[in-house]
T-cell receptor, first 111, second 113 residues
Framework: EDQVTQSPEALRLQEGESSSLNCSYT??????LFWYRQDPGKGPEFLFT???AGEEKEKERLKATLTKKESFLHITAPKPEDSATYLC????????????FGKGTLLTVNP | KAGVTQTPRYLIKTRGQQVTLSCSPI?????VSWYQQTPGQGLQFLFE???????NKGNFPGRFSGRQFSNSRSEMNVSTLELGDSALYLC????????????FGPGTRLTVL
């Protein structure tokens, strides 16, 4: 069965302390791996889409990478405004137009 | 370009009632998906529509239904509400291919009393 697991469930960092979030997936045919950021009470905000192993994308302090079994979201020198829940999801294709989401990582960055 | 809009933003209903939620996709997007988000289960897929046709459905009871109109706007309906239906209902739109990014709206917070 296709599934995705995110770790850790929660992460507390000091401002400027870099770290990585993990998204491990088991899927028969990956059509896309997506990262979103979600603030409390709001809809997920799109960050990155990755399609093939070895692909990397960057945006400000965030960098997403993809291997055949997992994806990482690297956060460099985080700021308090980076505090949010980070969600990863995949689409497995095969006439599946749905995203399967992990439970997310709640990131808190203290000033 | 305007984002995905959802109405209403908040809704309070009682058990047994029914509710209709509305979603307007990003201009040019023909696919609309619906998700339910709860603290315990996270984000779960409800259904997806493309050009007024349901292409995919998640594992939810038949009380949950939806439709899409010719202008790509979509509605979802929940009949005979149960306490467990309290959740954030999210709509997402995309161009329509399974590789396309889905962009989410702000959600409708449904509380069932």
């Amino acid at each position: 069965e296709d599934q995705v697991t995110q770790s850790p469930e929660a992460l507390r960092l000091q401002e400027g302390e870099s770290s990585s979030l993990n998204c491990s997936y088991t899927v028969s045919g990956l059509r896309g791996l997506f990262w979103y950021r979600q603030d409390p009470g709001k809809g997920p905000e799109f960050l990155f889409t990755l399609y093939s192993a070895g692909e990397e994308k960057e945006k400000e302090r965030l960098k997403a990478t993809l291997t055949k079994k997992e994806s990482f979201l690297h956060i460099t020198a985080p700021k308090p405004e980076d505090s949010a829940t980070y969600l990863c999801a995949f689409n497995s294709g095969g006439s599946n137009y749905k995203l399967t989401f992990g439970k997310g990582t709640l990131l808190t960055v203290n000033p | 370009k305007a984002g995905v809009t959802q109405t209403p933003r908040y809704l309070i209903k009682t058990r047994g009632q029914q509710v209709t939620l509305s979603c307007s996709p990003i201009s040019g997007h023909r696919s609309v998906s619906w998700y339910q988000q709860t603290p315990g289960q996270g984000l779960q897929f409800l259904f997806e529509y493309f050009s007024e046709t349901q292409r995919n459905k998640g594992n939810f009871p038949g009380r949950f239904s939806g439709r899409q109109f010719s202008n790509s706007r979509s509605e979802m309906n929940v009949s005979t509400l149960e306490l467990g239906d309290s959740a954030l209902y999210l709509c997402a739109s995309s161009l329509g291919k399974d590789t396309d990014t889905q962009y989410f709206g702000p959600g409708t917070r449904l509380t069932v009393l």
